[in-house]
């Protein structure tokens, strides 16, 4: 399983995505977009056609793309979603190799029950097997709640996207 022991109690675990999720993934990434969509209307369109089979089955199969998912009482309820970078060094770079976090989801109905935490730190131990040095993820910046989180997880401001209307 990637090197990524599967964090257990008797009716919560995390563990590696599989095609029988899927129905609960699109779930997860559609309650995702309604808030992406809330946050940043100008960025994230509102849809429901999040994830399609073939997309999933091409996540499961990359393996250097994590998709983990938080499952409790048989029923998924959270996921996170990462990918493992290496960058050849350049004059003004140096190299790197870090994973970037794609999407962390947790369903409203487990929000504050650390599953989040969880995810965060089973992405962790997957990057690990890499020898990857850091975690990089863009937020929201209007997205508070996200903001605090990962900031409480040890997350640093690195850089700002800023952006300005023109008309064309």
């Not at 493992?84 to 962390?104: C, Q, S």
Request: hydrophobic fraction near 40%; aromatic fraction near 10%.
């Amino acid at each position: 399983m990637f090197g990524v022991s599967c964090l257990k109690s008797l009716s919560t675990m995390i563990r590696i995505a599989e095609n029988k999720d899927y129905a609960s993934l699109v779930s997860l990434f559609i309650e995702e977009n309604e808030h992406n969509n809330d946050v940043a209307p100008d960025r994230v369109a509102n849809t429901r056609d999040v994830l399609s089979q073939a997309e999933l089955e091409e996540i499961i199969s990359d393996t250097s793309t994590y998709l983990g998912v938080y499952e409790h009482d048989g029923e998924v309820s959270g996921l996170i979603l990462g990918t493992h970078h290496t960058i050849e060094a350049k004059r003004w770079l140096p190299e790197r190799n870090f994973v970037y976090l794609e999407e962390l989801i947790v369903t409203k109905s487990m929000r504050g029950n650390g599953v989040a935490f969880k995810l965060v730190k089973s992405l962790e131990t997957w990057a690990e097997t890499f020898g990857a040095n850091c975690i990089d993820l863009n937020v929201w910046y209007k997205n508070d709640l996200a903001r605090d989180f990962y900031k409480r997880l040890g997350f640093e401001d690195k850089q700002a996207l800023m952006s300005i209307r023109i008309n064309s």
